[in-house]
């Protein structure tokens, strides 16, 4: 392949793409991923202190769908996520035995055993299958509702709805006890909020990126320890849950080790919820800031489902995966050679101008709405169905029972570069 120049990000960009701080301040992010899109759609970043492997950054939407399609081309193996710093990936290598990844699941696994392990719960998360628990969700919301109005007329969304109500739904799928959700919502805080001091328990700002990185490690060992007990509970009494699936299966007639089991939990049990937290969170916001859009969705039904899918395109919890070029390719005109390092990021690729008209809009009427916050292939979201069910249900119950919904303050994002959302949401309502 002949040499290419590579068109290098300035430093102080280069930061704002990987520090946690660009991305909880939203829009002067989003102004930069629009610069980036017209001047350097595959831009190289560098770390100016050397902290961190350089990488592509990818953010045309166009790219970022053949780059998540091309699993053949583009690995997620060695590395899935920035995580964040260099001391962060040779932290994992002695925390794991030697992977760059703290956890092993199907976020990165490669073919084919990824598709042998997600064949194992596949089944659990299709329309069919949740089926069976669409009551149970649908009284979970009206008691989740019935606790945002008695706290009113002014609370906080996330600490009441948003953070919660999806919580006990994978909780239950899972086979979790109720009593033991709060557990799982401090480790999954900890686990993808360790950058930021509200979420990470330790209350300290501007933590360092070992301290951090310990936290992250400290949450993933609480995980393991906690499913191991439930793994031998449910193999000695295996129930209908997706725990007794995953503690009884077998892949090529061999039970799962105990590092992919664990991760294997671990995906289901944080990413299962904190996603659908984020995007949930994220349409309450801007249904409270547009009024008129509030009271048109209250009065056309059909809107419904336009809400859950651009509220998941508008937030993007997932903010970026990264991935390994397995050959010398392309992308967007750009060489990338055999071994390189790509960012996709969800957050530009669903704000592109070229594939949503005015997309910074919260839009519950856009059509079509091909987001990419699923992201796309054989690695898209295993639990879409589920996250499209709840969010569905429960705005069913809010918009039944909530005539007006305004902000009571300034909502915060997430310190988070990696799966990121808003963690408060101060909201006033008046019930009909």
Not at 155 to 171: G, R, T
Not at 412 to 419: G, I, N, P
Request: charged share 25%; hydrophobic share 40%.
């Amino acid at each position: 392949m002949a040499t290419q120049a590579k068109p290098r990000l300035d430093p102080q960009t280069a930061y704002a793409i990987i520090s946690p701080l660009s991305y909880a301040d939203w829009d002067p992010l989003l102004d930069t991923f629009d610069v980036l899109r017209e001047e350097k759609p595959v831009a190289w970043v560098e770390d100016p202190e050397n902290r961190h492997p350089p990488f592509w950054l990818v953010t045309r939407y166009d790219d970022v769908m053949r780059i998540s399609k091309d699993n053949a081309t583009f690995l997620n193996n060695p590395r899935t996520v920035v995580f964040s710093l260099t001391e962060g990936i040779e932290f994992a290598k002695a925390f794991s035995g030697g992977s760059e990844h703290m956890v092993a699941s199907l976020v990165t696994f490669d073919a084919p055993i990824h598709m042998k392990y997600r064949k194992l719960t596949q089944e659990w998360f299709m329309p069919k299958s949740l089926s069976r628990i669409e009551e149970e969700v649908r009284e979970l919301a009206q008691r989740t509702v019935d606790r945002l109005i008695e706290a009113g007329p002014e609370a906080d969304f996330c600490k009441l709805v948003s953070q919660p109500y999806p919580l006990h739904v994978v909780m239950q799928i899972l086979g979790v006890p109720e009593e033991d959700e709060p557990r799982m919502l401090m480790l999954t805080q900890q686990m993808f909020g360790g950058q930021d001091e509200d979420l990470n328990q330790s209350g300290m700002k501007d933590l360092p990126p070992e301290a951090i990185t310990q936290l992250v490690a400290g949450a993933v060992k609480d995980f393991e320890a906690y499913f191991a007990k439930l793994t031998a509970e449910k193999r000695a009494n295996p129930t209908d849950d997706v725990a007794s699936v995953i503690a009884n299966a077998t892949v090529d007639g061999e039970p799962l080790n105990d590092r992919d089991m664990m991760g294997y939990y671990i995906i289901v049990a944080a990413a299962g919820h904190d996603t659908t937290s984020a995007s949930t969170a994220g349409a309450m916001l801007a249904l409270a800031r547009d009024p008129e859009q509030w009271e048109r969705v209250r009065e056309d039904r059909s809107l419904l489902p336009g809400i859950v899918e651009e509220a998941i395109r508008w937030t993007s919890p997932v903010q970026h995966f990264m991935r390994t070029a397995a050959e010398d390719t392309e992308v967007g005109g750009q060489q990338i050679a055999r071994g390189e390092w790509l960012m996709i990021n969800y957050v530009a690729a669903n704000h592109d101008p070229d594939q949503f008209e005015n997309p910074r809009r919260f839009d519950a009427s856009r059509s079509p709405n091909r987001h990419l916050a699923f992201g796309a292939g054989a690695h898209q979201c295993l639990g879409l169905h589920l996250a499209r069910l709840e969010m569905r249900i429960l705005f069913e119950a809010l918009l039944d029972r909530i005539e007006t919904v305004e902000l009571a303050g300034e909502p915060k994002r997430a310190k988070s570069t990696f799966v990121g959302g808003l963690k408060t949401l101060p909201l006033r309502i008046t019930t009909n």
